[in-house]
């Protein structure tokens, strides 16, 4: 019982200091170098520069969101297998907010100002589809995962050619996001209905076109 509580508590710590280190962009590092690590930096015009710093912002948020969407379902969800996919699957996602964030300071720009509130309603929607049942859970992974790789592909689109740097950086991301909805998939997630889907993409547009600028 004793053990138990502490277990919890232990829990709760980190909990929270995962919340503070990623709304405070501090304290997280990568368990992977970055793929840009040990690439030379393209020569970009400033509305280049403006126009990458964007897209990494909203990527860099995008992690932000998918920190505390991990965070919330792996608090609710029931069996401790999802749980611990879950949790393995959120550290990965580490390594991506880091990249992104040390691309972002590269380009002398700085992570979204919005990252907390996003953040907040990521873990309530997270911690809500967890609650419902771990098939619903994996399912909103899935969804989840599906929608952050279409965005990644567009962002691949629009890079400047010559920026290898942030290119290598989502091409890696697309290809662990993709596994990670797989994953989702063949642990049990459901498919979620289609209104649920586009409210889903309509969330995820307000965030791209929100931390693109601010
Ligand atoms: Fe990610
Ligand atoms: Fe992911």
């Not at 232990?10 to 929270?16: G, K, N, P, Q």
């Not at 611990?84 to 880091?98: K, N, R, S």
Request: charged share 25%; proline share 4%.
């Amino acid at each position: 019982m004793r053990q138990r509580r502490l277990s919890l508590l232990d829990r709760l710590i980190t909990e929270a200091d995962t919340v503070l280190r990623t709304i405070t962009n501090q304290g997280h590092s990568a368990a992977r170098p970055s793929p840009s690590q040990g690439h030379a930096d393209a020569e970009l015009s400033e509305p280049e520069r403006k126009h990458v710093a964007g897209l990494m912002r909203v990527n860099h948020t995008g992690e932000v969101c998918a920190q505390a969407l991990y965070q919330g379902q792996a608090l609710t969800a029931k069996l401790p297998t999802v749980r611990d996919e879950m949790q393995q699957a959120a550290e990965e996602e580490v390594d991506h907010l880091v990249w992104c964030e040390q691309r972002l300071r590269e380009l002398d720009s700085q992570p979204s100002l919005l990252n907390p509130a996003w953040y907040g309603l990521s873990f309530a929607l997270g911690a809500v589809a967890g609650a419902i049942g771990d098939k619903v859970s994996l399912g909103f992974v899935a969804a989840t995962e599906e929608r952050v790789c279409n965005h990644l592909r567009d962002h691949l689109k629009t890079l400047p050619e010559d920026d290898r740097k942030s290119r290598l950086i989502l091409q890696q991301m697309l290809e662990d996001e993709q596994r990670h909805g797989e994953n989702a998939l063949e642990a049990g997630g459901t498919d979620l209905p289609a209104p649920v889907k586009d409210a889903m993409t309509a969330v995820s547009k307000v965030m791209t076109g929100s931390s693109y600028r601010i």
